[in-house]
């Protein structure tokens, strides 16, 4: 089996086979469905993920600011595939991407309910809970130095 980490652009191959394990792991389960203003945002944005034989089980988008700090945003692992690290090797790679590209904070709205996961990767929960895509977030954020 082959295993592959690599960062890839709006409306290719790879970004389509992204934005369905967007849908089926971040989208679905809500009962939502990307609206076209949410995936406009794609365009611009470092789309990253793991590849299995070619086929993408995690990925996350990136979205650069003009303040140093990096957005994680749309953070996904293919079902069968949680609990085995991979969310976390995903988001490490990030943030050294990040941190190489000049940024010194990456900073996520984090779903409540996977908050812990950002606490273990060292992220700090940033002022209160908010409502995002009908459910609760926090604001979290790690300096990169
Ligand atoms: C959340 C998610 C990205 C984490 O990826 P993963 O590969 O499953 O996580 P890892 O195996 O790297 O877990 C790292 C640690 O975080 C913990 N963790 C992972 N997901 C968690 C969750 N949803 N809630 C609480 N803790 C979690 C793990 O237990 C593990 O802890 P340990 O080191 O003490 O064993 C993934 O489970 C997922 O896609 N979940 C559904 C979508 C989602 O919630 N995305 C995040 C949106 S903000």
Redesign the pocket.
Same mark, same amino acid.
Request: glycine share 12%.
């Given at each position: 089996m082959s295993r592959e980490l690599k960062t890839f652009s709006y409306d290719t191959p790879e970004y389509h086979q992204a934005l369905q394990l967007r849908n089926k792991?971040?989208r679905n389960p809500l009962g939502l469905q990307f609206t076209e203003a949410e995936l406009k945002k794609d365009e611009q944005d470092i789309h990253f993920g793991l590849f299995e034989d070619g086929k993408i089980i =995690?990925c996350l988008t990136l979205t650069e600011n003009k303040n140093g700090m990096m957005k994680m945003r749309q &953070? #996904? &692992?293919e079902d069968t #595939?949680? *609990?085995?690290?991979? *969310?976390? &090797?995903l988001a490490i790679a990030a943030e050294k991407i990040a941190k190489e590209n000049g940024y010194h904070t990456m900073f996520?709205? =984090?779903?409540k =309910?996977?908050?812990?996961?950002y606490l273990?990767l060292g992220y700090n929960i940033i002022g209160d809970e908010f409502t995002e895509v009908n459910i609760p977030h926090y604001l979290m954020e790690k300096k990169l130095i």
């Open positions: 792991i971040l =995690a &953070v #996904a &692992v #595939a949680q *609990g085995k690290g991979i *969310g976390s &090797v996520c709205h =984090a779903r =309910a996977a908050s812990d996961f273990k």
